[in-house]
């Protein structure tokens, strides 16, 4: 078995298929439709989601009208699946696998159901429309958030494991880009996350759903808790069966 850097690296990231699956599509679909607006401004009345334009509870998901919204949301859908690869290390390929199914069906269900949940309040106000992928985007950070949370003490255990060892080490060592690190790395950026998460949630809730003029914030936290609620009821009941095939 080779044992090199790279082999060691391609292993851990066995697994996230349907991660990048999930990246692609979300792409694609809002790429696409973004330049069919720019050819044909008019279509964008046709996709946004209005009391008289139900369908667009699908559609208005991967619409938008500007390259800065597009962007901003292509970033945050990127940073959030590249994040949930070293939240989910914790776990072998099997798991990671069935994790990455999570979420490739939960980021989109929540966007979607954000609207679903959102129509019959346009339909209060039926002046109001909506359209951008940004309930996709929070149902990811959802997830992400649930990943976290369900796979801390795993990290954790890491963590200390790896204090042990230091703590038994006869004399100092630099640091080396090796296989502890692959190791210890994944549990840090989780710690991370989850204090990142908790101190925009509670001390800044505006600045989290990106609170503003002409900003959905419906979307944005029906999304998120539709992501991080599924997520925490799928990733326990995945983390019983695990523990189930153990015994």
Known sequence: MPNNLYYRISHRL????????????????NIIIYLLISLHPPLLEGLWLSADRPWGILTSAFTHADLPHLASNLEGFTLAALLFIPVSLAYPARVRRRWSRIFFWLVFLAGIGANVIEYPLILVGPGFNS????????????VLLAACLQSLPDHLKTLSKE?????????????????????????????????????????????????GPGIDVFAHGFGFLGGFGGAMVLFRFDFRRVRASEN
Do not use: Q
């Not at 951008?132 to 950070?141: F, T």
């Not at 204090?163 to 080396?176: A, G, L, Y």
């Open 163 to 211: 204090r042990r060892r230091v703590r038994r080490r006869k004399k100092w060592r630099p640091f080396r880009f090796n296989r502890r690190f692959l190791k210890t790395f994944p549990a840090l950026v989780t710690l991370s996350l989850l204090f990142s998460f908790f101190w925009l949630i509670f001390t800044d809730p505006g600045v989290f759903l990106s609170a």
């Open 14 to 29: 066995s697994g996230f298929r349907l991660l990048g699956l999930a990246f692609t599509l979300f792409a694609l679909a």
């Open 131 to 142: 359209w951008g992928a940004s309930g996709i985007v929070y149902g990811a950070l959802g």
